[in-house]
């Protein structure tokens, strides 16, 4: 985000964040004087707002504006802060040439639970499963340049125990397209690249799964992999073209480049496809039928301006087949 003015972090430049009476609604709750202006902010779901500057992170108490804790002399980007979903714990990565020091932080104490100097580059997503004490970090190396399309790197997944920070298993993942976190003011030389034009893994009955190049699963304690469905995610040049994966008892179902696949969860086999639909960003479950929405605006990553692609309309899938019970097909809006 771009660097913000005054000093002072003020809740009226974040009054998305909270819910104000009506009669309050350009009340300025309260202010925290910080060393530099802010160069990026995030939210945590304990309502701890963690802010960096060019020489601070601040974690700060988003009701009060009360600094929980400091952390000095340190020049943070957004993406080296990373904080972990479901948990009190939030990571941040230090990178100095081609060493990487990552580091497990309490988010309201700022202590320091665990460490490591084995993982390289920055966190990309997350996903946590508490209740195996597993936690599988996505990373990047040298996931900076300018703000284009084009801009490939090697996914790189470390299966982590949650409360040691000790390596349970890893895999690098095929060189995949990336995002700009922002795209560049006039001058500015290079931004920071994330994967957030893909869906992060998630943790299911044991296993982990994977977007970026189809869709992988792998046991989430060994890191055997048993289902690898290979097809090409995202149309060139745009973010999330595709729709999120859905999960039922039996399958999941994906989206890319115009197919609708149902995948079995216990074998890895495709048990249908459906062909020929168009882009496919959202897809919803009803009562085993599949209905999928076609066409739509996404984000052009050489410049983040919105783009329109694809026939807009909706097509109704029977999930036990894959056929395709009745299309819509929208007038094109126009331009």
């Known amino acids: 985000m771009k660097s913000l003015c005054p000093v002072r972090l003020s809740l009226l430049l974040l009054s998305a964040l909270f819910v104000l009476p009506p009669s309050d609604a350009n009340a300025q709750a309260w202010s925290t004087k910080l ?6 902010y995030q939210t945590t779901d304990l309502g701890v707002l963690l802010v960096g500057t060019e020489k601070s992170l601040y974690a700060v108490d988003g009701q009060t504006g009360e ?3 400091r952390r000095k002399d340190v020049s943070l980007d957004e993406t080296d802060v990373a904080p972990v979903p479901s948990s009190d714990l939030v990571l941040l990565s230090f990178e100095k040439g081609d060493r990487t020091r990552v580091e497990a932080v309490d988010l309201l104490s700022g202590d320091i639970i665990w460490k490591s100097s084995k993982i390289r580059g920055g966190v990309m997503q ?5 209740a195996a004490n597993l936690l599988a970090v996505v990373f990047a190396k040298d996931a900076k340049g300018h703000a284009d399309d084009g801009f ?4 790189l997944l470390h299966v982590l125990d949650l409360a040691s920070g000790d390596e349970i298993w890893k895999y690098e993942v095929g060189e995949t397209e990336m995002m700009p976190a922002r795209w560049a ?3 500015e030389a290079t931004v920071d690249y994330t994967f957030d034009n893909y869906y992060p893994p998630v943790f299911l ?3 982990l799964y994977v977007f970026y190049e189809g869709l992988t699963s792998f046991d989430a304690r060994t890191g055997k992999a048993r289902l690898r469905e290979r097809y090409r995610v995202n149309e060139e040049g745009l973010a999330l073209t595709e729709a999120a994966p859905i999960f039922d008892e039996a399958v999941i179902y994906t989206s890319g480049r115009g197919h609708v696949r149902a995948i079995s969860r216990e074998t890895g086999n495709t048990e249908w496809e459906a062909k020929d639909l168009g882009l496919t960003p959202e897809m919803i479950l009803v009562d085993g039928i599949l209905f999928v929405r076609t066409g739509g605006q996404f984000t052009r990553l ?3 301006e919105t783009v329109e692609r694809g026939a807009y309309g909706v ?4 999930t036990r087949n894959g056929k395709v019970l009745w299309r819509y097909k929208a007038l094109q809006r126009r331009r």
Do not use: E, Q, Y
């Not at 490939?152 to 996914?155: C, G």
């Not at 097509?315 to 029977?318: E, N, V």
């Open 35 to 40: 060393d530099k202006p802010v160069a990026f």
């Open 67 to 69: 600094t929980l804790w």
């Open 126 to 130: 997350m996903a946590v499963d508490p």
């Open 152 to 155: 490939k790197r090697h996914p």
């Open 185 to 187: 003011n006039d001058g």
């Open 205 to 207: 009955d044991g296993r």
């Open 302 to 304: 050489k410049d983040g």
């Open 315 to 318: 097509s109704a899938i029977d």
